[in-house]
């Protein structure tokens, strides 16, 4: 996309270089989280080096997943505070799936289904920590009682996958929403896609209230 | 929650068909019989001994390392009961199934050694030395105080002042050489742990 | 062991490990066998499971033999022989004894001369002055033939069984409840327990070990095991028999090689200084027959003499010269280590030589031990490990405070081998020699015991060669055929002590026939002679190396008889027999008692007593010729009247501990510990009172340690790693103590500090009207070793010895206990 | 060294079978309680032959030591002072360790592959060099029995001596065993014996002597013979009726798979969503809004 001097600027490079942070932990841990999630994925700790390094380093990848994405949290908790608007637009999610946004409430900078993403990572972010140092063998575990190493361990496995299964949906979304990845990769957006898909935010950044 | 075999294999026909991991075709490979630690004792040598400590005289087997080849120096890597012997029939106690650590104590002696007078040290010396010291030590003290006769006129033929007290844990051929080496020397403070 | 040669004529272990699996009631009393012998214990939980056995623990502490007891009682530690005596009296008063066996096979029937008394707690003959009996009047009747006069209707006022009866009258169920704490039906229910066995085919066999040695009457109270036994008519049966389980590995068989003061190897005896005559001195020994027809076997004392003599002095013995008879060190008093010690003590020592022993934490008292090492001139220690007594003289803190500038004595420490890096045979608790082979070198210089010793004397003898010295001939003379004189091997001294003809020996009812040629190893003792024609370092291990091989290292375990006596797996003594005494398994017509266990029995066709075991008897004495089962004795039959073997009395009766928690006797107020006990003076001001010190202690050993040898052994440092003291909960509670507290433990003579084990398993006692505590002290921990460091536990116990042995009183003692 | 009498059974993290067509008889370990004498002369036999040395601890006012199960030590001995009727007291010492499940919560939970396995005698076995060190088998197991060793990050237990057995010797501390406490066999006749042994109980008194082979488990390959078989607590809280946790059985079982098969489903339906749909583009005439 040619840089015009028209488009809309969608994220910083902070904002960008966050996300990607964000998302590069994420493709490590979820990769070397699956290896002890199901033997099918076993062979995936060759990308880390083997089994045991699979298991030292996704703890710490954790650990960085969960800074960066704090540092997301604190920047974007407003802007994703869920509106009636929201709510009527997750009700049209049906419509959106098969590319008619005609009926969708307007959405602003991010919309119903971003914020339910983003308040849903947080949960599961929130509870893979949590649990995951429960059962962080090396360090901490010795310290909890044996249940509730038990019940971690069925916690982060479930907020793992559901971790996974939501991320596949925002690839997907990103991918099947053409040029929305040009707003995370460079930063900005051309008007008539923000002014389709984002247009409470379109009139927000260009004063134009059509 | 159970699951059976047959359930389980199609639980997993359907995750590594979903699974992009599986796709990249790598996988670790499954041995039929597995590596288990290799039996030790295969070619050490065998040699039995009995037991030390209590009076039961369990039978032991120790092994040693090599086949006592020329150029071997041996060492006794394990010992355990020894299975033809009828009283312990291969079983030891805690102690005698760690005879291993108490030949190979860090405390074990390997030279002698002399405490001067006063001294708050040892100094390594030579056995020549010491058993010449020693030696000198006793004549003097026997030649000094022997008693061969006493003052109304008996026959006694007694050394009693040096004393010696003799290994609860000697053999029969340790303690049968002590006894006669003491008693043409005339010694009669002599024991031994049966008292204690 | 004093008491069980007493009683039967040799001090050893009746039976043998495997055949207590035969045994339908087991007694572990003065012992703890599950955790001093755990694999002798084996064949206890065999005998309870094959042969429905019934186990039986009598202990102060509710030990690890007790957890797998069918029937536990509690017993205030030094106070077994008012139990025994009070089983005597039950089995006495109930008729539950084995008449006909009591009848044959005991002194039952013999009169007792007429000066023999006991009255207040005193036998006739005490002489306060020097804390000794003169022991004349414990005494036979004697006839005009020289022989016992007896009685066989038992009716006679002096006879031994009434006499009996009559002494342990005192010892009511009710006394024994006040005197022992044992509550009063615990006490009878291991009385008819073990009453049952005297069925003539129902067997008792007893396990103790230093239980009973270390008290100021040990010796007594083993006596009235064999007693008890007598009565129940157990001993030679297979299953029965009084198991004496020897502390360490070849404890018997140093004592059976003489390597104690008065000793010289097989039991013969050094002679005192009044014994100026040859004659004389064997005439003493040679006893002869008290009964007609018995065989008296020490009859042939002169040859085991000559022999010995002869293979040690070899050409230089002869008949001549008495066979060196005046080279033998001649007695004043026995030089026991309490008397070493004390002498040592006094200053009265020059030289110590320790071989393979810790002194230092083995014996009473140990700064008593410490000043008395620090009098010598020179100190010895010959050891594979660095003990604690080759470095009494330096300072570690707490655990030994002194100050090494002020010792003056001169040490030497001589690495040793252990058994690992030698040949050589062990004599175990039931007599077996067994032969073990070398698997690796002595670390660094380190040498084996024998070349240690060789080396000394050779120093020794070269120094008397050159520059002469006190009397010479001895050392000059002593015979040292070795191949290697440095290094004699274990096989010639092994084939020397076995002996070995000189001359051609013959048998005596055919002097043409040669029993062994010259210079043929011999084949056992009875081929001994008193002419110098054999040569024999101990008599009683004759048959161990034979001109066939070294029978010690026999390794068929095949066990044709189903009883487990393994017949030819090495080498029992005496001749090879694995049962001692077994003549009493069988009726005076030579039947076993119990069919299903015969041992031997009278085989009238061979005209031969045969049987699973060699016979301990002469094999063609039919058995109307009435020889006694016990042929080591003069009398042939066993003694329950002990005449005068014993320092301390003729019957066992129950003495105080000297440091009682009663401060009283409640059987006799005026005697209140044993009278002819051994006691020096400066030790009896160092015994504490009730008052001061008002909890009974006792030491012991743990299983997963072995004395102090083991803190040098990591794995056993792993098992118990820490010195500790058991109290029970009562205790604890008075006393503010939490389990895992550090506490101080005193005694008159120290104190020790270890953490606290608070436990179910040492119960207050209600004894004479009080409650006392008992505070358990397990030894093993000192200031060397791989586990952690601790105190010597003898810090805290008393310099008394027993009466016979002089066996110090380790196991009660006063201390008081306090939360550090 | 392959071993064929180690036949593998099961393997951790494998989903295909192991080879499994010779029968090998099904061992077992007979721990008889009832004639324990706490002497701990296994725990040294363990240590000995295993070549391991745990560290020389302190004693904390009980028999106990080492205090607890370590890397180094697979067994231990647990001593219980009970009075299961008042004033008769019993001294219950019990040998702790692997008891060897026929259904392993540790190989169940065990995510490295062939870093737990099950041979067809019945020995659960560790094998190291596949360990990864997650210690998700000390959340599995339902004895409290793997230990993670600091040194190596490696998890450690009693392996049976698999090294002997697979010779044909018993395990060491089996053949220590002074009193005859522990024996070993074919699971078939240990059960026998263990049936002799409480006949001779409860002649002796214990009526409820009995056997612990727990079902919960599938049956164990370590079994004890308990004198109070009614009451596995009064032994140093031997587990009731154990069981591999819900929450194991949850978080290993079915649903991973399932789980798995969801992601696939996503991806497939994702790629057939645009497939069928296309890309949601912005379409030409909206272009044309903006730039007037």
């Known amino acids: 996309m040619k840089n015009n001097p028209q488009n809309l600027l969608r994220f910083t490079a902070a904002e960008r270089a966050n996300h990607w942070l964000v998302a590069i932990c994420f493709v490590l841990v979820a990769l070397s989280g699956l290896v002890f999630f199901y033997p099918a994925f076993y062979p995936l700790s060759q990308l880390f080096g083997g089994g045991v390094w699979a298991r030292i380093l996704h703890p710490f990848i954790g650990l960085l997943l969960f800074a960066a994405f704090g540092l997301m949290f604190v920047k974007f908790r407003d802007l994703n505070r869920i509106t009636a608007t929201d709510r009527e637009w997750l009700r049209h999610t049906r419509e959106l799936l098969n590319g008619d946004e005609q009926g969708l409430p307007e959405a602003g900078k991010f919309n119903g289904g971003q914020k339910l993403l983003f308040w849903l990572l947080v949960a599961c972010v929130a509870l893979l920590l949590l649990s995951g140092i429960v059962i962080w063998r090396a360090y901490f575990s010795p310290l909890f009682p044996l249940w509730l190493i038990r019940l971690a361990a069925v916690v982060h496995a479930a907020a793992g996958a559901g971790m996974i299964a939501l991320i596949l949906g925002h690839i997907y979304m990103g991918i099947w929403t053409s040029e929305s990845m040009a707003g995370m990769l460079y930063g900005q957006v051309r008007r008539p896609w923000a002014r389709l898909h984002h247009r409470a935010w379109f009139r927000q950044m260009t004063g134009d209230d059509q | ?196 | 062991m004093a008491s069980l040669a007493t009683t039967f004529g040799r001090g050893a272990m009746t039976n043998h490990w495997v055949d207590i699996k035969n045994a339908d009631v087991v007694v572990i009393m003065g012992g703890n066998a599950a955790e001093a012998h755990p694999c002798g214990f084996k064949w206890v939980t065999e005998a309870k499971a094959h042969n429905n056995a019934t186990l039986i623990v009598v202990d102060p502490r509710f030990t690890r033999s007790a957890a797998v007891a069918d029937y536990y009682a509690p017993i205030r530690s030094g106070s077994d022989i008012a139990f025994l005596g009070g089983l005597i009296n039950y089995l006495l008063s109930n008729d539950k004894i084995q008449h006909e066996y009591v009848k044959r096979f005991t002194d039952a029937t013999f009169l007792v001369n007429d000066g023999y008394r006991f009255e207040g707690g005193l036998f006739s003959g005490y002489d306060p002055a020097t804390h000794a009996y003169d022991k004349a009047s414990w005494a036979y009747q004697k006839g005009p033939d020289g022989f016992v006069v007896t009685d066989d209707t038992l009716q006679h006022p002096r006879c031994v069984f009434n006499l009996l009866k009559q002494h342990y009258s005192r010892y009511t169920a009710e006394m024994v409840a006040r005197v022992t704490g044992t509550p009063r039906e615990q006490f009878l229910k291991v009385c008819e327990l073990i009453a049952a066995t005297s069925a003539p085919d129902k067997t008792t066999t007893f396990m103790y070990a230093l239980g009973w040695t270390q008290h100021s009457v040990g010796t007594q109270m083993i006596r009235t095991t064999a007693m008890v036994q007598l009565l129940l008519g157990n001993i030679g049966m297979a299953g029965g028999g009084i198991n004496a389980l020897r502390g360490h590995s070849n404890i018997q068989g140093l004592t059976d090689l003489g390597l104690l003061s008065n000793m010289l190897p097989g039991y013969l005896t050094l002679a005192g200084d009044k014994e100026q005559d040859f004659k004389t001195f064997l005439d003493k020994r040679a006893f002869k027959p008290l009964r007609p027809g018995q065989m008296s076997y020490w009859q042939n004392y002169p040859a085991f003499h000559v022999s010995l003599m002869k293979s040690w002095y070899g050409d230089a013995a002869t008949r001549d010269n008495n066979w060196c008879y005046d080279w033998l060190p001649k007695l004043d008093k026995v030089y026991d280590v309490l008397q070493v010690f004390e002498l040592m003590h006094q200053g009265k020592l020059n030289g110590y030589v320790a071989q393979g022993f810790n002194p230092l934490a083995a014996f009473p008292d140990k700064a008593k031990i410490s000043r008395a090492l620090a009098n010598l001139k020179f100190l010895v220690v010959i050891d594979p490990l660095a003990t604690e007594t080759s470095e009494f003289w330096k300072n570690f803190g707490e655990f030994n405070e002194v100050n090494p500038a002020a010792i003056k004595t001169e040490v030497f420490r001589l690495p040793s081998g252990c058994f690992a890096e030698e040949d050589g045979s062990l004599v175990n608790s039931s007599r077996l020699l067994q032969w073990h082979y070398k698997g690796e070198d002595p670390p660094g210089e380190a040498k084996g015991d024998a070349e240690i010793i060789a080396g000394l004397f050779l120093k020794l003898r070269e120094l008397y060669r050159t520059e002469g010295g006190a009397f010479p001939d001895p050392i000059r003379n002593l015979t040292w055929p070795y191949r290697i004189p440095a290094s004699p091997s274990a096989e010639e001294l092994a084939r020397e002590f076995n002996g070995k003809a000189l001359d051609n020996v013959t048998d005596p009812k055919d002097p043409t026939k040669v029993l062994a040629k010259a210079g043929e190893q011999l084949a056992g003792f009875a081929q001994l002679r008193d002419d110098g024609s054999t040569a024999c370092g101990c008599w009683i291990f004759s048959g161990a190396w034979t001109q066939v091989g070294n029978m010690m290292a026999r390794r068929d375990n095949s066990d044709p008889s189903g009883l487990g006596n393994t017949p030819n797996w090495a080498f029992a003594w005496p001749a090879n027999r694995r049962i001692i005494y077994n003549r009493a398994s069988c009726d005076a017509a030579g039947k076993p008692w119990d069919p299903r266990r015969t041992v031997i029995a009278w085989n009238a066709k061979a005209t031969q007593w045969q049987g699973m075991d060699v016979p301990d008897m002469r094999p063609d004495a039919a058995p109307e010729q009435n020889v006694g089962p016990f042929i080591m004795n003069p009398e042939g039959v066993a003694r329950l009247f002990g005449v005068d073997k014993l320092a301390d009395g003729p019957f066992p009766e129950h003495y105080e501990p000297f440091e009682t928690p009663l401060g009283t006797n409640p059987l006799h107020p005026a005697v209140v510990s044993n009278p002819a006990a051994r006691l020096f003076k400066d030790d009896r001001e160092a015994l504490g009172s009730a008052k001061e010190f008002p909890y009974i202690a006792t030491t012991y050993r743990l299983t997963e340690h072995f004395h102090f040898w083991t803190k040098h052994a990591r794995l056993n440092a792993i098992l118990q790693p820490e010195q500790f003291v058991e109290i029970g909960e009562e205790l604890a509670k008075e006393k503010g103590i939490r389990s895992g507290d550090q506490v101080t433990v005193s005694s008159k003579r120290g104190h020790i500090k270890a953490v606290a084990v608070v436990t179910k398993r040492l119960k207050a006692l209600v004894v004479d009207g009080k409650l006392l505590h008992t505070v358990g002290i397990p030894i093993h921990w000192g200031f060397k070793g791989v586990a952690k460091n601790g105190y010597l536990a003898n810090t805290l116990t008393p310099f008394v010895g027993d009466a016979t042995t002089q066996t110090p009183e380790f196991k009660t003692f006063l201390v008081t206990i306090e939360k550090a | 060294m392959a071993l064929q009498s180690l036949d593998i059974k099961r393997r951790s993290a494998t989903t295909t079978p192991s080879a499994g067509i010779r029968s090998t008889p099904e061992l077992a370990k007979l721990i008889d309680v009832s004639k324990c004498i706490g002497c701990k002369a296994c725990q040294a036999a363990c240590m000995e032959w295993n070549d391991l040395r745990d560290d020389i601890g302190t004693t904390a006012g009980t028999y106990d030591n080492p205090r607890d199960l370590t890397e180094h030590s697979w067994t231990v001995m647990r001593f219980a002072e009970v009075e299961p009727e008042p004033g008769r007291l019993e001294w219950l010492i019990r040998k702790d360790g692997c008891m060897h499940c026929a259904d392993p919560g540790c190989l169940k939970a065990c995510p490295a592959p062939g870093a737990v396995v099950q041979y067809h005698n019945g020995i659960v076995d560790f094998h190291e060099e596949h360990c990864i060190g997650c210690g998700y088998c000390v959340t599995g197991c339902p004895f409290n029995i793997p230990r993670l060793s600091r040194a190596d990050a490696k998890v450690y237990k009693c392996t049976l001596c698999a090294d002997r057995v697979a010779v044909g010797l018993e395990p060491a501390c089996v053949k220590t065993c002074p009193t005859g406490a522990i024996m070993f066999g074919t699971k078939t006749d240990m059960l026998k014996q263990a049936a002799g042994r409480i006949t001779d109980l409860k002649r002796r008194g214990f009526a409820k002597a009995g056997v612990y082979d727990p079902k919960g488990v599938g049956g164990t390959h370590v079994i004890y013979l308990l004198q109070h078989a009614d009451r596995p607590e009064l032994y140093s809280d031997l587990p009731d009726n154990p069981s591999i946790s819900p929450m194991v059985s949850l978080w290993k079982g079915a649903v991973k798979p399932l789980t798995s098969l969801a992601f696939g489903m996503i991806a497939v339906g994702a790629f057939f969503h645009y497939l069928v749909k296309g890309p949601n583009r912005v379409p030409e005439e909206r272009e044309q809004e903006v730039d007037q």
């Open chain 2, 1 to 196: 929650m159970q699951v059976t075999r047959r359930q389980f294999f199609k639980f997993c026909a359907g995750g590594v068909g979903g699974s992009s991991a599986a796709l990249l075709g790598l996988s670790t490979g499954e041995a039929l019989a597995e590596e288990v630690r290799a039996f030790k004792l295969t070619r050490t040598t065998e040699v039995r001994n009995t037991c030390p400590y209590c009076s039961v005289g369990c039978g032991i087997i120790m092994s040693s390392l090599g086949d006592r080849a020329k150029n071997v120096t041996t060492t006794i890597i394990h010992i355990e009961g020894d299975a033809d012997h009828p009283v312990n029939r291969g079983t030891l106690c805690p102690k005698g199934a760690s005879l291993l650590d108490f030949i190979h104590s860090p405390n074990r002696l390997h030279y002698p050694e002399y405490r001067a007078p006063g001294s708050s040290e040892w100094k390594r010396i030579s056995w020549d030395e010491a058993l010449g010291r020693i030696a000198r030590l006793m004549k003097q003290d026997r030649d000094a105080n022997f008693v061969a006769r006493t003052p109304d006129g008996l026959t006694v033929n007694r050394w009693l002042t040096t004393g010696f007290l003799a290994a609860s844990a000697a053999s029969n051929e340790t303690g049968y050489l002590t006894n006669k080496m003491l008693r043409s020397l005339g010694a009669v403070a002599l024991d031994n742990q049966a008292r204690v």
